[in-house]
């Protein structure tokens, strides 16, 4: 022990291991069995992708930190994904080297995962091989040779079957002893030999590098490596940071390339796969006799035209079913938690200005958030069950001939599918999507998936116009007009998709290329780390801005002060919500309105009173720019019902109901709730989309791109709906 306790003392630093793998192969398992509660979350440095990282205990090299590494399929830098892997690898970008990389290789599916070990051997990183997935291995008929694996790959290897804690020691030992004599590693080179064309210009690329970059590449081998890099993922309309004399560089040499009909794919990826053909038969062997494989058998169901696309259509009337039913107990648990603490409060502290503050303004605040965190936790748990268990790529697959008909390809599934939770990870899933062009339309369409922050707008508007007592057969109006609102958000994301495919982002789409991985169950642990993890971004992320925004705006209502020196209460509902109109004191109203925030909506009101919206509404979405679900907070405060702002409140609907314009015609009719839910539906009414699409595209022209056609969008479309509907004698 005190030899222990010795190097620990003398280590300057934790040493840093990056757990690296192709997607699927249970490299984020593992790393979650080894570091335990350890995580943390966090990004990368200028860039949206999250950084996870936790620390393990070893028994010689101290205390590690793992780094768990976005999945890829390769090192060449196409997507962020991959070039996130090679930043981390070779310490680019103001990250630090890696002192080892455990490489976690799905046992099932080795030969494919043998590519991606041969990259990272041949920038001389030290490496652990973790063979994991041995049980579904073993379930296929799959025999894995571990001593030829040590003999041809030089390294350590480790079998393990993470989700289950199989092989967990294993690894730990064979990492602390790599760890422990890293200075002397003797990397195994290259298993392969470029040709002379190729190697020439190799040599004319390590020359600029010797001279250009700054972090570390130890060996000739290393600098050959990262000299394949460039040429392989340096692109003229690519995304990539590099040097501009490397770039300049790199481009001039693939333009050469191809004057002189050289193929570079042919010469590296055919070269490394003939490799892998070589040595996969001393390494796999399949039982005798092994009939057709658990996933074979299942995806002849959930793959086949028909039964498939039934399937995908039960699973996903299951997820909103979860959404719109099975999370109602929780949020009216929340509901109620927050009604108590608010009567708590008031009962503690005399009425007046600290009052309100906490009632209407923190503790508002902070229910509006929570109450939506039940809808969002069951969106994001079916989205990881169904990642985690390999469907959803079939989804994605069966999906693919509708979406290339739109300009989209069937990669796009996915964060179009998150959208439905939030704009902001769905973009960030965007970042898998290898054509920039594909990936860049993917963002553009986005946001106008329904996302769960307009649910309780939806929710407040169809409850205040169509009660539930309004059926068709025995479906409610309200049910029918809110699975209509997301077929329509659906069906405007693939026009939208269609029309800039064939406009502002036109270019040749690109084959989908989709690994369709082995049927497994989802590690329960990893499902409930995601699930604390989204659950943690969005109390922070967007709580925090819902929380700033809601007491501003009680604040911009409440202030000037009136006479008394105490500042106004927003209480519209004494003049419009009251039960006996004969008793309501009209003078709130012409004070609420004389308020900041009345000033802001009367001077907003000339442009809105086309859509039907009066100068509340437009509070409520200037509000709403922050966060959309902040407009039913701002209702409740104008209303004057302070804790009670959420979508169910019968007092808030009751107030909305008895509104009246100053010509006394009701405010809230059918028509201005259809104005306003198809606004809702395409404005861009989140600061937060439109920061996390200027830091994945990088570009601010794209991001006021967005913000221009999608506001001017809702407001012509909302336009057409009200002013239509007047022609029609609707209004």
């Given at each position: 022990?005190?030899?222990?306790?010795?190097?620990?003392?003398?280590?300057?630093?934790?040493?840093?291991?990056?757990?690296?793998?192709n997607p699927n192969s249970g490299k984020t398992t593992?790393?979650?069995?080894?570091?335990?509660?350890?995580?943390?979350?966090?990004?990368?440095?200028?860039?949206?992708?999250?950084?996870?990282?936790g620390f393990l205990d070893l028994s010689r090299?101290?205390?590690?930190?793992?780094?768990?590494?976005?999945?890829?399929?390769?090192?060449?830098?196409?997507?962020?994904?991959?070039?996130?892997?090679?930043?981390?690898?070779?310490?680019?970008?103001?990250?630090?080297?890696?002192?080892?990389?455990?490489?976690?290789?799905?046992?099932?599916?080795?030969?494919?995962?043998?590519?991606?070990?041969?990259?990272?051997?041949?920038?001389?990183?030290?490496?652990?091989?973790?063979?994991?997935?041995?049980?579904?291995?073993?379930?296929?008929?799959?025999?894995?040779?571990?001593?030829?694996?040590?003999?041809?790959?030089?390294?350590?290897?480790?079998?393990?079957?993470?989700?289950?804690?199989?092989?967990?020691?294993?690894?730990?030992?064979?990492?602390?002893?790599?760890?422990?004599?890293?200075?002397?590693?003797?990397?195994?080179?290259?298993?392969?030999?470029?040709?002379?064309?190729?190697?020439?210009?190799?040599?004319?690329?390590?020359?600029?590098?010797?001279?250009?970059?700054?972090?570390?590449?130890?060996?000739?081998?290393?600098?050959?490596?990262?000299?394949?890099?460039?040429?392989?993922?340096?692109?003229?309309?690519?995304?990539?940071?590099?040097?501009?004399?490397?770039?300049?560089?790199?481009?001039?040499?693939?333009?050469?390339?191809?004057?002189?009909?050289?193929?570079?794919?042919?010469?590296?990826?055919?070269?490394?796969?003939?490799?892998?053909?070589?040595?996969?038969?001393?390494?796999?062997?399949?039982?005798?006799?092994?009939?057709?494989?658990?996933?074979?058998?299942?995806?002849?169901?959930?793959?086949?035209?028909?039964?498939?696309?039934?399937?995908?259509?039960?699973?996903?009337?299951?997820?909103?079913?979860?959404?719109?039913?099975?999370?109602?107990?929780?949020?009216?648990?929340?509901?109620?938690?927050?009604?108590?603490?608010?009567?708590?409060?008031?009962?503690?502290?005399?009425?007046?200005?600290?009052?309100?503050?906490?009632?209407?303004?923190?503790?508002?605040?902070?229910?509006?958030?929570?109450?939506?965190?039940?809808?969002?936790?069951?969106?994001?748990?079916?989205?990881?069950?169904?990642?985690?268990?390999?469907?959803?790529?079939?989804?994605?697959?069966?999906?693919?001939?509708?979406?290339?008909?739109?300009?989209?390809?069937?990669?796009?599934?996915?964060?179009?599918?998150?959208?439905?939770?939030?704009?902001?990870?769905?973009?960030?899933?965007?970042?898998?999507?290898?054509?920039?062009?594909?990936?860049?339309?993917?963002?553009?369409?986005?946001?106008?998936?329904?996302?769960?922050?307009?649910?309780?707008?939806?929710?407040?508007?169809?409850?205040?116009?169509?009660?539930?007592?309004?059926?068709?057969?025995?479906?409610?109006?309200?049910?029918?007009?809110?699975?209509?609102?997301?077929?329509?958000?659906?069906?405007?994301?693939?026009?939208?998709?269609?029309?800039?495919?064939?406009?502002?982002?036109?270019?040749?789409?690109?084959?989908?290329?989709?690994?369709?991985?082995?049927?497994?169950?989802?590690?329960?642990?990893?499902?409930?780390?995601?699930?604390?993890?989204?659950?943690?971004?969005?109390?922070?992320?967007?709580?925090?801005?819902?929380?700033?925004?809601?007491?501003?705006?009680?604040?911009?209502?409440?202030?000037?002060?009136?006479?008394?020196?105490?500042?106004?209460?927003?209480?519209?509902?004494?003049?419009?919500?009251?039960?006996?109109?004969?008793?309501?004191?009209?003078?709130?109203?012409?004070?609420?309105?004389?308020?900041?925030?009345?000033?802001?909506?009367?001077?907003?009101?000339?442009?809105?009173?086309?859509?039907?919206?009066?100068?509340?509404?437009?509070?409520?979405?200037?509000?709403?720019?922050?966060?959309?679900?902040?407009?039913?907070?701002?209702?409740?405060?104008?209303?004057?019902?302070?804790?009670?702002?959420?979508?169910?409140?019968?007092?808030?609907?009751?107030?909305?109901?008895?509104?009246?314009?100053?010509?006394?015609?009701?405010?809230?009719?059918?028509?201005?709730?259809?104005?306003?839910?198809?606004?809702?539906?395409?404005?861009?009414?989140?600061?937060?989309?439109?920061?996390?699409?200027?830091?994945?595209?990088?570009?601010?022209?794209?991001?006021?791109?967005?913000?221009?056609?999608?506001?001017?969008?809702?407001?012509?479309?909302?336009?057409?709906?009200?002013?239509?509907?007047?022609?029609?004698?609707?209004?």
């Amino acid at each position: 022990m005190a030899s222990t306790a010795s190097s620990r003392t003398l280590q300057t630093r934790a040493l840093t291991v990056a757990v690296v793998g192709n997607p699927n192969s249970g490299k984020t398992t593992l790393f979650n069995a080894l570091t335990g509660a350890n995580a943390r979350i966090g990004n990368y440095p200028g860039i949206t992708v999250e950084r996870r990282t936790g620390f393990l205990d070893l028994s010689r090299s101290g205390r590690v930190e793992l780094v768990d590494v976005p999945g890829t399929y390769s090192l060449t830098a196409r997507s962020l994904d991959e070039e996130v892997a090679i930043n981390v690898l070779l310490g680019r970008k103001g990250l630090e080297r890696p002192d080892a990389a455990l490489v976690v290789l799905d046992a099932t599916t080795l030969a494919r995962n043998l590519y991606f070990l041969m990259q990272v051997l041949e920038f001389e990183i030290p490496v652990v091989a973790v063979l994991n997935m041995q049980d579904a291995a073993a379930d296929d008929g799959i025999e894995l040779d571990l001593a030829a694996f040590r003999e041809i790959f030089k390294v350590p290897v480790v079998a393990t079957t993470a989700r289950r804690r199989q092989g967990l020691q294993e690894v730990r030992t064979a990492l602390d002893e790599l760890l422990v004599r890293r200075k002397d590693y003797s990397a195994p080179g290259w298993f392969w030999t470029p040709d002379p064309d190729l190697s020439r210009d190799l040599d004319e690329l390590e020359a600029a590098i010797a001279t250009e970059v700054r972090f570390p590449l130890p060996s000739i081998n290393g600098r050959r490596a990262f000299a394949l890099w460039l040429l392989m993922s340096v692109q003229a309309d690519s995304e990539l940071v590099v040097r501009p004399r490397l770039r300049a560089l790199s481009l001039a040499i693939q333009e050469r390339q191809r004057e002189t009909g050289y193929d570079l794919e042919t010469a590296t990826i055919g070269q490394r796969y003939a490799f892998i053909d070589r040595v996969a038969r001393r390494l796999v062997r399949q039982a005798p006799g092994k009939r057709a494989s658990r996933t074979d058998r299942i995806d002849a169901v959930l793959t086949h035209p028909l039964w498939g696309s039934l399937v995908f259509l039960v699973i996903m009337g299951t997820v909103f079913q979860a959404l719109f039913s099975w999370s109602e107990p929780a949020m009216l648990l929340v509901e109620d938690l927050f009604a108590r603490l608010a009567l708590g409060v008031e009962s503690l502290i005399p009425n007046g200005f600290v009052q309100e503050l906490i009632s209407d303004g923190i503790i508002a605040g902070v229910g509006g958030v929570v109450v939506f965190l039940p809808q969002i936790l069951f969106l994001f748990l079916f989205i990881t069950l169904l990642e985690g268990s390999g469907y959803l790529a079939r989804a994605a697959f069966l999906v693919d001939r509708l979406m290339r008909r739109i300009g989209l390809q069937g990669q796009a599934f996915v964060p179009m599918l998150s959208g439905f939770a939030c704009a902001i990870p769905a973009i960030m899933a965007t970042r898998t999507i290898e054509n920039r062009r594909d990936r860049m339309l993917t963002i553009m369409v986005v946001p106008l998936m329904s996302c769960s922050a307009r649910l309780p707008v939806f929710i407040l508007i169809i409850a205040l116009l169509f009660p539930a007592e309004e059926k068709v057969g025995f479906i409610s109006v309200g049910s029918l007009m809110m699975l209509g609102l997301y077929l329509l958000s659906t069906l405007l994301a693939l026009a939208a998709a269609a029309v800039l495919g064939r406009t502002v982002l036109k270019g040749r789409r690109q084959p989908l290329l989709l690994e369709l991985p082995p049927y497994r169950l989802p590690d329960p642990k990893t499902v409930l780390m995601t699930l604390w993890e989204r659950a943690r971004v969005f109390l922070v992320s967007a709580g925090t801005i819902i929380l700033t925004i809601t007491i501003l705006l009680w604040f911009l209502l409440s202030f000037p002060l009136a006479g008394g020196g105490e500042p106004e209460q927003p209480a519209l509902a004494a003049a419009v919500g009251s039960t006996d109109q004969q008793t309501a004191d009209p003078g709130q109203a012409a004070r609420l309105q004389s308020s900041y925030a009345g000033r802001i909506g009367n001077f907003l009101e000339p442009a809105l009173a086309p859509l039907g919206f009066d100068w509340k509404i437009g509070i409520g979405l200037v509000g709403a720019f922050a966060a959309r679900e902040v407009f039913v907070s701002t209702m409740g405060v104008i209303y004057g019902l302070g804790e009670e702002t959420d979508a169910e409140n019968l007092g808030l609907r009751e107030a909305m109901r008895r509104d009246r314009r100053p010509d006394g015609r009701p405010l809230w009719t059918p028509l201005v709730g259809a104005s306003l839910l198809v606004f809702f539906l395409v404005a861009m009414q989140c600061m937060s989309t439109l920061a996390v699409t200027r830091r994945e595209t990088r570009s601010w022209r794209w991001t006021g791109f967005m913000l221009v056609y999608l506001t001017g969008g809702a407001y012509v479309a909302s336009l057409l709906v009200y002013q239509g509907g007047r022609l029609f004698g609707l209004g």
